[in-house]
C-alpha cells in the first residue's frame, strides 16, 4: 500500500510541475496575471495558474482511472463551478457576491447532485447525536462556503495556503487510512501529491526567492472544496470512525483566523468581506517572522492542533471538550487581535525568543510577497 502511496504522490507531483510550466505562456497570453499594486507586495506580474494545474492534475487521473460514483460527479459540477469562475474572477475579478453564490451553488452540488452532506455533527453538547434534519443542507453549503473561504483569506503570502491546505490533506489521509476508506485515501493521496507540485513553486525557499506563480481564486476555491468535501465523507458515514468534531480541528489556524476576521469586521460595522491586512499572517510579518517563517510556524501550529484532537479522540476525551477547546481557541485569538499593536508584538516577542535574540533587541519586519486577500 504505502508503495502504492508513494507512487502516487509522485505521479501527481510530477504531473503539476509539468502543468505549471505548460500554462505559464498561456496565463502570460490571455492576461491570467496577477499584478502588483494596491495591498498586492509581489514584485512582477505572476501566472495564476496554480490552482488549474492542481485541478487538470488531480481531476485527469480520476476520470481516467476511477469508477464515478454519484459522490465524485457531484464533486466534479462542484469542481467544475468554482473553477470557471474563479478563472472569470481572476480576469474580471468579480463581486464577491456573485463568488459567493458560485461557492453556495458548489455546495449544493456536492449535496444534491453527489449527496455528500452533513447530516448529524455528533454529541457535542452531550446529549447524544445531534441530527441536522431539513438544516442538513444549508449547514452542508455555509460549511462549504465558510471553508473555501478560510483558504481564500490566508492565501495572502507565499506558499501559505498551498502549505495549510498540504497539512489538512496529510491529516485526512491519515484519518482515512484509520477509517479504512482506501479510495478516499487514494484520492487525497493524489491532490496532496498536486499541492506539493505547486509548493515547489510557491513557497520562497533559498533557491526561488520569490513565488513564480500563485493559486488564484479558482485553486483555493478548488483546494477548499475538496476539503469540505473529503471531511464531509469521512464524518457522515457510519461505518467510518471519525466524529464530526474533529473536522475543524485539521485546519484550524485558517478557519479561527476567518471567523475571527469576519466577527471583528462586523463588530466594527465594516463589511464582513472588507479586505484588509489584519491577517495573522500579516500581524506574524509585522512582527519580525520571515514569509517562509510564518508558513513553517502556522503549519506546525496547525498539524499539531490536528494531531492534539485526534490523540484526544483515541484519549476518549469527551466530546463536548473540543467544542469547549475550539471556541476557547477562537476566542483567545479574536481577544489578543483586538488590539492590532498588542498581536504584533506578542509575535516580535515569539520571534525573538524563536531566533535566540534578547527580548528587547528589536525585531526586523519582513517584507511579504504577496497579499492577495480577496475575502470571498
Request: hydrophobic share 55%; charged share 10%.
Given at each position: 500500500?504505502?508503495?502504492?502511496?508513494?507512487?502516487?504522490?509522485?505521479?501527481?507531483?510530477?504531473?503539476?510541475?509539468?502543468?505549471?510550466?505548460?500554462?505559464?505562456?498561456?496565463?502570460?497570453?490571455?492576461?491570467?496575471?496577477?499584478?502588483?499594486?494596491?495591498?498586492?507586495?509581489?514584485?512582477?506580474?505572476?501566472?495564476?495558474?496554480?490552482?488549474?494545474?492542481?485541478?487538470?492534475?488531480?481531476?485527469?487521473?480520476?476520470?481516467?482511472?476511477?469508477?464515478?460514483?454519484p459522490q465524485l460527479k457531484g464533486l466534479g459540477a462542484a469542481a467544475a463551478i468554482?473553477?470557471?469562475?474563479?478563472?472569470?474572477?481572476?480576469?474580471?475579478?468579480?463581486?464577491?457576491?456573485?463568488?459567493?453564490?458560485?461557492?453556495?451553488?458548489?455546495?449544493?452540488?456536492?449535496?444534491?447532485?453527489?449527496?455528500?452532506?452533513?447530516?448529524?455533527?455528533?454529541?457535542?453538547?452531550?446529549?447524544?447525536?445531534?441530527?441536522?434534519?431539513?438544516?442538513?443542507?444549508?449547514?452542508?453549503?455555509?460549511?462549504?462556503?465558510?471553508?473555501?473561504?478560510?483558504?481564500?483569506?490566508?492565501?495572502?503570502?507565499?506558499?501559505?495556503?498551498?502549505?495549510?491546505?498540504?497539512?489538512?490533506?496529510?491529516?485526512?489521509?491519515?484519518?482515512?487510512?484509520?477509517?479504512?476508506?482506501?479510495?478516499?485515501?487514494?484520492?487525497?493521496?493524489?491532490?496532496?501529491?498536486?499541492?506539493?507540485?505547486?509548493?515547489?513553486?510557491?513557497?520562497?525557499?533559498?533557491?526561488?526567492?520569490?513565488?513564480?506563480?500563485?493559486?488564484?481564486?479558482?485553486?483555493?476555491?478548488?483546494?477548499?472544496?475538496?476539503?469540505?468535501?473529503?471531511?464531509?465523507?469521512?464524518?457522515?458515514?457510519?461505518?467510518?470512525?471519525?466524529?464530526?468534531?474533529?473536522?475543524?480541528?485539521?485546519?484550524?489556524?485558517?478557519?479561527?483566523?476567518?471567523?475571527?476576521?469576519?466577527?471583528?469586521?462586523?463588530?466594527?460595522?465594516?463589511?464582513?468581506?472588507?479586505?484588509?491586512?489584519?491577517?495573522?499572517?500579516?500581524?506574524?510579518?509585522?512582527?519580525?517572522?520571515?514569509?517562509?517563517?510564518?508558513?513553517?510556524?502556522?503549519?506546525?501550529?496547525?498539524?499539531?492542533?490536528?494531531?492534539?484532537?485526534?490523540?484526544?479522540?483515541?484519549?476518549?476525551?469527551?466530546?463536548?471538550?473540543?467544542?469547549?477547546?475550539?471556541?476557547?481557541?477562537?476566542?483567545?485569538?479574536?481577544?489578543?487581535?483586538?488590539?492590532?499593536?498588542?498581536?504584533?508584538?506578542?509575535?516580535?516577542?515569539?520571534?525573538?525568543?524563536?531566533?535566540?535574540?534578547?527580548?528587547?533587541?528589536?525585531?526586523?519586519?519582513?517584507?511579504?510577497?504577496?497579499?492577495?486577500?480577496?475575502?470571498?
Open positions: 500500500m504505502w508503495k502504492t502511496t508513494a507512487l502516487e504522490l509522485l505521479a501527481a507531483f510530477s504531473a503539476v510541475v509539468a502543468l505549471i510550466y505548460l500554462l505559464d505562456p498561456l496565463a502570460r497570453r490571455v492576461g491570467l496575471l496577477d499584478h502588483p499594486g494596491g495591498r498586492k507586495d509581489h514584485a512582477a506580474p505572476t501566472p495564476v495558474t496554480g490552482g488549474l494545474a492542481i485541478a487538470i492534475g488531480t481531476i485527469i487521473p480520476a476520470l481516467l482511472l476511477t469508477e464515478l460514483s468554482l473553477l470557471i469562475t474563479g478563472v472569470i474572477d481572476d480576469l474580471k475579478d468579480l463581486r464577491w457576491q456573485i463568488r459567493i453564490c458560485a461557492q453556495a451553488a458548489a455546495g449544493l452540488a456536492i449535496a444534491l447532485i453527489g449527496d455528500v452532506k452533513v447530516e448529524q455533527i455528533g454529541p457535542v453538547f452531550g446529549l447524544g447525536e445531534l441530527a441536522l434534519g431539513w438544516l442538513s443542507i444549508p449547514f452542508t453549503v455555509l460549511a462549504t462556503v465558510g471553508l473555501i473561504n478560510a483558504l481564500n483569506m490566508c492565501d495572502g503570502l507565499d506558499g501559505l495556503a498551498g502549505a495549510l491546505a498540504l497539512c489538512a490533506l496529510v491529516m485526512l489521509i491519515a484519518a482515512s487510512a484509520y477509517a479504512g476508506n482506501s479510495d478516499l485515501m487514494h484520492g487525497l493521496t493524489l491532490i496532496a501529491g498536486a499541492v506539493a507540485g505547486f509548493l515547489a513553486f510557491n513557497l520562497r525557499t533559498p533557491w526561488r526567492k520569490r513565488a513564480s506563480v500563485f493559486l488564484g481564486n479558482s485553486g483555493s476555491a478548488y483546494l477548499g472544496l475538496v476539503i469540505a468535501w473529503a471531511c464531509f465523507r469521512l464524518t457522515q458515514n457510519p461505518g467510518y470512525p471519525v466524529t464530526p468534531v474533529l473536522a475543524p480541528f485539521l485546519i484550524a489556524p485558517p478557519v479561527i483566523d476567518c471567523l475571527t476576521l469576519l466577527g471583528r469586521r462586523i463588530v466594527h460595522g465594516r463589511s464582513p468581506f472588507a479586505a484588509d491586512r489584519t491577517h495573522v499572517h500579516h500581524m506574524m510579518l509585522e512582527g519580525g517572522f520571515t514569509p517562509t517563517g510564518v508558513v513553517l510556524t502556522l503549519s506546525a501550529i496547525s498539524l499539531t492542533v490536528g494531531l492534539g484532537a485526534a490523540l484526544a479522540l483515541l484519549a476518549d476525551v469527551p466530546i463536548p471538550v473540543f467544542l469547549v477547546a475550539f471556541v476557547v481557541l477562537g476566542g483567545g485569538w479574536f481577544a489578543l487581535s483586538e488590539r492590532h499593536a498588542r498581536a504584533v508584538a506578542v509575535f516580535a516577542t515569539i520571534h525573538r525568543l524563536v531566533a535566540g535574540r534578547s527580548p528587547a533587541e528589536p525585531a526586523t519586519v519582513a517584507n511579504p510577497v504577496k497579499s492577495t486577500d480577496t475575502a470571498a
